[in-house]
Nanobody
Framework: VQLQASGGGLVQAGGSLRLACAAS????????MGWFRQAPGKEREFVAA????????AYSDSVKGRFIISRDNDKNTVYLQMNSLKPEDTAAYSC?????????????????WGQGTQVTVSS
């Protein structure tokens, strides 16, 4: 499966952005999808995940209540709506896919990663 993220940019604190990740090469509805981020000098961090059918989601505590993950299986795309952005949300955001079937929320074993899209939040 190939993943391509888009929608990053520069936004002021308190603003919003919506990221999108288009998948190809596999039946999208077979895939659990996730978003991760990595800031300079820091390890990659889980952000959000969504089950193949869209009926279960998981969020990190740092984004819960501000970010919303969703998917459109007809468009082979997963989204991350980011609201009330903070400077500490600044990072490269990447999407990931798991094709092996076990939904484990934030512990889902994602095995395919796309290139990141940069999100910069100014104070």
């Amino acid at each position: 499966v190939q993943l391509q993220a888009s929608g990053g940019g520069l936004v002021q604190a308190g603003g919003s952005l919506r990221l999108a990740c288009a998948a190809s090469g596999r039946t999208f509805s077979d895939l659990h999808m996730g978003w991760f981020r990595q800031a300079p000098g820091k390890e990659r961090e889980f952000v959000a995940a969504i089950k193949w059918d869209g009926f279960s989601t998981a969020y990190s505590d740092s984004v819960k209540g501000r970010f919303i993950i969703s998917r459109d299986n007809d468009k082979n795309t997963v989204y991350l709506q980011m609201n009330s952005l903070k400077p500490e949300d600044t990072a490269a955001y990447s999407c990931a896919a798991d094709s092996r079937g076990a939904w484990l929320g934030q512990n889902t074993d994602f095995e395919t990663w796309g290139q990141g899209t940069q999100v910069t939040v100014s104070s």
